[in-house]
């Protein structure tokens, strides 16, 4: 397995993007699988690893940030849509200056939120939109994965970011369908940057949104299905196009 020491290692001796980005699946991966065995298991990795992610974006040249945009590579998309969803989860923590302890436990919580998904039958190679059966079982994941994570004692903020990283500002989430004011600020990041990874990628029965499009809904649903503060952050961060987008013009010109 991937040690702590390890990592860094692999972080240090290349300095680059692409190494941080494949360490983080290799580290996700391999906490998944053993959350999913049900075998003991240690996150000492993935935790220094989110100290190295903070580093790696505040270095504010977009890289990462491009690697979160692409298309899933060969092999599991979870793992990949996990490491997204971290990465936009950093860029929106550094919008909203979080301190470096709460962007490290936001930053935990998104490289853990989808480890439920591990105990849903199928669900990684479902070929299709989900039945009205399996999408309840979906729906569980965030009641799953806290329940996988219950043997590290992982802190409240943590924890409550990924059980309620799907309830809504409108009430109308799940797995509880908490009002605004029960849901945590970290789990209102989760959630916006979950449903922009989402969006912009393709799955086996639909293709992928383009980020201006995703972004566009988004912000049209501001205050209902997301928090309006946390999108602001996301735009003033990121922009409305983010780098290397390409954008048709009026004149029909690619720019």
């Known amino acids: 397995g991937l040690h702590k020491s390890t990592v860094v290692e692999i972080i240090q001796s290349k300095n680059n993007s ?31 690893y989110a100290d190295s992610l903070v580093c790696e974006t505040e270095r504010g040249d977009n890289e990462l940030l491009q690697f979160a945009m692409k298309p899933y590579s060969d092999g599991g998309f979870l793992y990949s849509q996990v490491m997204n969803v971290a990465i936009l989860c950093c860029e929106i923590g550094l919008s909203l200056n979080y301190q470096k302890n709460d962007l490290q436990n936001l930053i935990i919580a998104a ?23 399996k999408e309840q079982d979906v729906m569980k994941h965030p009641l799953y994965s ?27 989430g799940y797995p509880k369908g908490l009002p605004l004011r029960e849901i945590s600020k970290p789990a209102r990041i989760l959630q916006v940057a979950d449903a922009l990874e989402a969006a912009t ?7 992928g949104k383009s980020y201006h499009e995703t972004l566009k809904e988004i912000c049209d649903f501001s205050g209902k299905v997301y928090d309006a503060h946390v999108v602001k952050a996301l735009v003033n961060r990121i922009g409305i196009y983010p780098i290397d987008c390409l954008v048709e013009l009026t004149t029909g010109q690619i720019a």
């Open 111 to 133: 490289l853990l939120h989808d480890v439920g998904l591990m105990r849903v039958k199928g669900y990684i190679d479902y070929p299709k939109e989900l039945d009205p059966e």
């Open 201 to 207: 990628h393709q799955r086996s029965y639909r293709k």
């Open 18 to 48: 692409p190494a941080v980005y494949d360490a983080g699946l290799k580290i996700v991966e391999e906490v998944f699988l053993k959350a999913a065995e049900e075998t003991p298991f240690s996150i000492d990795a993935l935790v220094n």
């Open 146 to 172: 806290v329940e996988m994570l219950k043997p590290l004692n992982l802190n409240d903020q943590i924890t409550e970011a990924i059980l309620q990283h799907h309830e809504r500002p409108d009430g109308k």
